[in-house]
T-cell receptor, first 114, second 109 residues
Framework: KAGVTQTPRYLIKTRGQQVTLSCSPISGHRSVSWYQQTPGQGLQFLFEYFSETQRNKGNFPGRFSGRQFSNSRSEMNVSTLELGDSALYLC?????????????FGEGSWLTVV | AQRVTQPEKLLSVFKGAPVELKCNYSYSGSPELFWYVQYSRQRLQLLLRHISRESIKGFTADLNKGETSFHLKKPFAQEEDSAMYYCALRSYNTDKLIFGTGTRLQVFP
């Protein structure tokens, strides 16, 4: 079956703009989480959604937001982009929030803010 | 506080040499520990989880609760093992993963 799919794969934005990234989880998966990967900070947890509800949120400013739809697809939005938001944004999915579920990652969306 | 520490940024070995990638964690409760691997230009993928107690691609990892460690080991490294390795901890009953900073393994021929 298809893996976690993220779009767009690459994008360039200007400071102050906003961006929306999309994630389609593996079929049947109801849990979607997002991570930011940068050379300096490594992999950092952004937020987690299960059945359209945000269950966990990382330590990121309010400019970072997300949502999950009834078909489990998820989007994350970053408003008022800053240079420091340049990163690889990874989406991950699993069947649900219990021990034993494997979490699968997408290839990521590369965001460059200029 | 929940934390995962990987003390080595880079580990270089020759083919056939033993490998040990270190991981220490801090977590109040019973953690679920993982090793993820990222090969060049590929997505992050699960290598091992502590609850499975299995060997994947010759790698093993044992959870030591006394030392709060989950070191990844392989007796004989192969060139194809060259990749970025991340140790991660999952909070109970969530999909929130806390990652270490990663260790780049380079295996020379």
């Amino acid at each position: 079956k298809a893996g976690v799919t993220q779009t767009p794969r690459y994008l360039i934005k200007t400071r102050g703009q906003q961006v929306t990234l999309s994630c389609s989880p593996i079929s049947g998966h109801r849990s979607v989480s997002w991570y930011q990967q940068t050379p300096g900070q490594g992999l950092q947890f952004l937020f987690e959604y299960f059945s359209e509800t945000q269950r966990n949120k990382g330590n990121f400013p309010g400019r970072f937001s997300g949502r999950q739809f009834s078909n489990s697809r998820s989007e994350m939005n970053v408003s008022t982009l800053e240079l420091g938001d340049s990163a690889l944004y990874l989406c991950a999915s699993s069947y649900g929030q219990s021990s034993g579920n494997t979490i699968y990652f997408g290839e990521g969306s590369w965001l460059t803010v200029v | 506080a929940q934390r995962v520490t990987q003390p080595e940024k880079l580990l270089s070995v020759f083919k056939g040499a033993p490998v040990e990638l270190k991981c220490n964690y801090s977590y109040s409760g019973s953690p679920e520990l993982f090793w993820y691997v990222q090969y060049s230009r590929q997505r992050l993928q699960l290598l091992l989880r502590h609850i499975s107690r299995e060997s994947i691609k010759g790698f093993t990892a044992d959870l030591n609760k006394g030392e709060t460690s989950f070191h990844l080991k392989k007796p004989f490294a192969q060139e194809e093992d060259s990749a970025m390795y991340y140790c991660a901890l999952r909070s109970y009953n969530t999909d929130k993963l806390i990652f270490g900073t990663g260790t780049r393994l380079q295996v020379f021929p």
